[in-house]
């Protein structure tokens, strides 16, 4: 959905290492993705609140790499920015996200749509080749099997981590993950802002939110 929010192994011929990672991995698979707690929005520096809706809307990156270890995937190495989104609804009743519409709009103005599940799995999927390393052929071709391009535990965690346009309960908070190519920007927070709109309390929309990405950059804690 890219208007709303929504988002190859080679063969081994030695045959015990690979059953060894095999079951390594396996060992892993049975692991969720289990993201911080997310606290009300209002806790976060990159925020903004609508007192008068009672709804609060926080944006905070996982840029760093103490954040981002929460992942077993490095999107960063794939230009990938995952973003957490946390919404508060402090009010008496349900908040709708079905029509809500979320853009990352960079220092130059660029419009970035959210990536799908499966713009992630393609990516995730493209592996590069060292100019230095030739490959060798064997004297027998070995039989080729099916795998799936990307591995399965990645594909659950990107399907747990993303953001789903769920209702939000009355004095509840929800967050979930959304992931932008930000390919060419080195600094993707520096000018930038989220713009959300779409959110809806007994068919009424409320006023967007626009959030200064700038906030998350120079937020120092304990400092007014």
Known sequence: MH??????VNSRITILPLLLSVALVRAGDDKPF??????????????????????SVAIDPYDLPDKAAVFRT???????????????NDGDKTLILRDLRVQYITNRRDKLEPATNDELYRRLARTTKRPDKQSIPLPIPLPKKNKPAVATEVMREVDDAMFTPVPVTAHSTYSGFLFFDISGIAVPEAGAHVFLSGMKIEGKELFYFDIPLELYLNYRPGKQ
């Open 3 to 8: 208007g709303c929010i929504i988002l190859v």
């Open 34 to 55: 289990n993201p911080p707690r997310a606290t009300h929005a209002k806790t976060y520096p990159a925020m903004e609140v609508h007192d008068d809706e009672r709804v």
């Open 74 to 88: 490095n999107y960063k190495e794939h230009d990938f920015l995952p973003v957490r989104v946390i919404i508060s």
